[in-house]
């Protein structure tokens, strides 16, 4: 039974294009981030980085003043899980896991990703996690794209493939009380994706629905801690942590992956039919 009503915001096929013109933004702030990634650089450099792709786009920041929030990304290195706000003290060092989350708004229209980077040589038991991490993204999103493809698919059919694929590739910690949201004329809009759980319930996954979708698992326990900071979320256990993240559309041929380059099509096509894959290449990008 649901608490509450949930107001689901469908986009109409113009109003996808424009979320995409968002997705495409913050892809590049974090195609630059990445780039950017190396022992010595600090997480507020990053964000300057960030904020400059974004701004130099005509968007603006969406995170930068959400809930008072001081950053335009969200830096979370090692055991930080999500919402670590970035500092001039803080120097990335080899061996580091961190993960970057961006999100912009242009033309009143969200794009949100995240991704996790090793810096330098990094352990390669945190790499693999990482490697994971984005394996059940990649899953769940598939899920979505089948869901909408058949018509029969539900909201937790995402969550179910998340867990899935990360009991598949490894013992972690899926973090509770944290997961993905929808997406469109605000960053965060109903409905809630978890990262787990039982398929088959939930509302219909429909063409329209813009969903963002974001695994964040670690080494240890599921279990966080919020620091005192009143964002910083870490791991209980202190154990490493990944959290990676993509903006989707579901459309009435599969799904279209807005904030990655290709659409999702690569990925998909490997997951999914051909049928079934994202039509980025019949899509101004
Ligand atoms: N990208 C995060 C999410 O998916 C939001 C960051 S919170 C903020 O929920 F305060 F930094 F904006
Ligand atoms: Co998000």
Redesign the pocket.
Known sequence: MRRHQLNIQLKTPEQIDLMRRAGLVVANALAAMRAAVAPGVTTADLDAIAEKVIRDAGGVP??KG??G?P?SI?SSVNEQI??AIPSPQQVLREGDLISL?C?AVLDGWHG?A?ITVPVGETNPALVKMAEVAEESMWAGIAAAARGVLSGRGRLTDIGHAVETAVRAGGRYGIVDGYGG?GIGTE??QDPHVLNHGRPGRGIKLSPGLCL?I?PMITMGSPRSVELEDGWTVVTRDNSVAAHV?HSIALLDDGAWVLTAPDGGRERLGELLTARAGARSTSTPS
């Open positions: 969406s995170f959400y809930h929030y950053g969200c999500v919402h989350d999100g949100d995240a949201h960053m965060h963002a974001e993240e």
